[in-house]
């Protein structure tokens, strides 16, 4: 199963509404239509991780009991749901933010930062098209807002449209530079096969001064950078270092568990993804500890965690959530290929990333259409993007599509990258291309 990329995970949110101080601590007033519309005036934009603590999410709620009119809490309180979910990874709190979200909307249709919450909640639900409508509204409402631009960039990046978004994240970084900028700019290099740019902007983001959050982010994606090029030494400094800055980074703890894989010490690596797995039941994590339990025999261990999966997704889709190419690939590789097909061809109609080109292309080819799979698997990998996972996807199909060139150039490359991307999958990908030579 394919690992949620960095702006699916919505790991950094745009910033949208008050400051907590100014959401809780200012002073009471008779005129509490004044003190709402004065509030709103002198808000102060803030990342909302930083309100994503149950203590927080209660301020902000015990405010609006008091001041119901005060539309830029309640897009504060709605970003900060689809936050919650992200740290808890319960999704139950998108039905919360969009209630909130509506209350914003009611009272300030054209408000640049409800428009911007809307987008937020749209991409975590996997709705790009409707987020980019979303921020295309909240920069017409407001051409001069950062967060708005943010939002058409992660909207553009998951439909595929990679020349807008980079245009979109330097339009940000313009208005105003900071973390949230760099970290937009350097996925949209890493996906380029720009990886030293990348690592350049992401270090921006790990400077002191900076939250324990964005420099857990940063270090995190830093040490993917590095696996995804088998430096794994370096890799693993980079995920001590996140869990440095935060003890709870579960993704950090998943990249040490990775590092295990690629010293061979997979029992070490079963352990951690039990662990995140006790945790935090997400569908990337059990699956991958799945295909673990699967490399080393153990398959009813196995079908429990693929079953854990099947529930994830199950609740995902009950919270309004649309399936992204991580299952199509999962179902491909643990279900039907057939319905995989479905699943790709559906999203592929909405948007054409790379990672769904991928998805739909090894669907088709797990159905035993590997003529059908080679313009979508090929057009997976047109970016240059340097991820082992995508290199061998094109150099299975190619060798089935009777290729045997090409497909020794994409396995090749896909080991000489990573040679340890897969406990299931590498060893496969190292007989395929042995069988080619």
Known sequence: MPRIRRLALAALPVAVGLTLASAVLLPNSNDGDARERATARTATVVAPKDCASDGCIAALQAWLRTHPKDGQAWSTLAVAYVDRARVTGRTEWYPRAQSALDKALALAPNDDAALSAAGILAAARHEFAAALRWGDRAAAANPYSARAQIVRADALVELGRYPQARDAATAADNLEPGVPTFTR?????????????????????????????????????????????????????????????????????????????????????????????????????????????????????????????????????????????????????????????????????????????????????????????????????????????LLYHRGMVERAAGLPADARRSLGRALALDPHFSALEGPRARAALAGLR
Do not use: C
């Open 185 to 389: 700019l350097s996925y949209l290099d890493e996906l380029a096969g720009r990886t030293d740019r990348a690592a350049a902007l992401l270090r921006r983001g790990v400077e002191p001064g900076n939250t324990p959050a964005d420099i857990a982010f940063g270090r995190f994606h830093l040490g993917e950078l590095a696996r995804n090029t088998g430096n794994h030494a370096a890799a693993a400094v980079e995920y001590e270092a996140a869990l440095a800055a935060d003890p709870e980074h579960l993704a950090a703890r998943a990249g040490l568990a990775r590092v295990e894989v690629a010293r061979g010490n997979l029992p070490g690596a079963i352990g951690i993804y039990r662990a995140i797995v006790r945790q935090m039941p997400l569908p990337q994590y059990a699956a991958e500890l799945g295909e673990l339990l699967e490399a080393t025999g153990d398959r009813a261990g196995a079908a429990q965690q693929y079953a854990v999966v099947r529930a994830s997704i199950a609740l995902s889709r009950s919270a309004g959530v649309v399936d992204g190419p991580e299952i199509t690939v999962f179902e491909a590789d643990h279900g039907s290929p057939a319905e995989a097909v479905r699943l790709g061809q559906a999203e592929w109609k909405t948007r054409q990333s790379i990672h769904v080109a991928d998805a739909l292309g090894w669907a088709l080819f797990r159905a035993g259409r590997a003529a059908d799979a080679l313009p979508y698997v090929r057009a997976a990998t047109r970016l240059g993007t340097k991820d082992a996972r």
